[in-house]
């Protein structure tokens, strides 16, 4: 069976790259967006972007942008970053759902479903004024224990988390918050997770994201 064939069924090694696709203007005349759960984004980069190249409908002169605007920009609203961490949780938490169908035991469907955790208490404490300093952590327990302290918590759902989150960055990825991501990380430390339950392990992280959900008051 060839290899990706969802996106066509003659791609080849010998086929010549598209350039074109390297440069984030050009992608503009091809009319289309990502999708985040399941909703087309174009209009986010319209509302949050009324002033830049990426709220255009149709770039004329492409050669006056192709090195000078990419895929990134500065200073965005805080309502426009909410709104973009958001799409970013759902969608990854749509991802990590349909591994757990695909490929239940990979070690990349549990890479995702850490990811769509920690993508999730990013989105919660951006909401309540934490600074960048403070996101720029991607360790659980840390994200956990300061969801804690920034919402005070009591709902009885949302107790065992932080404890989870102690136990699994400690114990499972060893304080390597790039576990899963790389076979080997910083101070000559390698993978050894060849005897986990991939598909234990995504019970408890799907269990995680239904409770910060259903904190978030939002619905895949």
Known sequence: MKRFQSISENLSYNDILQLDGAFSALHINYGKSPLFNGENSKDLAKNSRKNSVSSLEHVEDVFEYMTHFNGVEN???????????E??????????EHLTEVLPKSVTTAYMGRQAIELG????????DVSDKELRTHNLKELAD?????????????????DFCNCYSKMLEGDNVEYFRYPEYSRKR???????????????????????????????
């Open 87 to 96: 799409k970013y949780w759902l969608e990854y938490t749509n991802a990590f």
């Open 75 to 85: 200073d965005f609203k805080k309502a426009d970053r909410i709104v973009l961490w």
């Open 146 to 162: 300061l969801m804690w302290v920034k919402y005070s918590i009591e709902e009885p759902y949302m107790g065992e988390i932080p």
């Open 121 to 128: 208490f990013k989105y919660l404490l951006l909401r309540k």
């Open 190 to 220: 390698y993978f050894v997770g060849n005897r986990l339950d991939i598909e234990w392990l995504s019970y408890n992280f799907a269990l995680i994201l239904l409770k910060l959900l259903q904190f978030a008051n939002l619905t895949l």
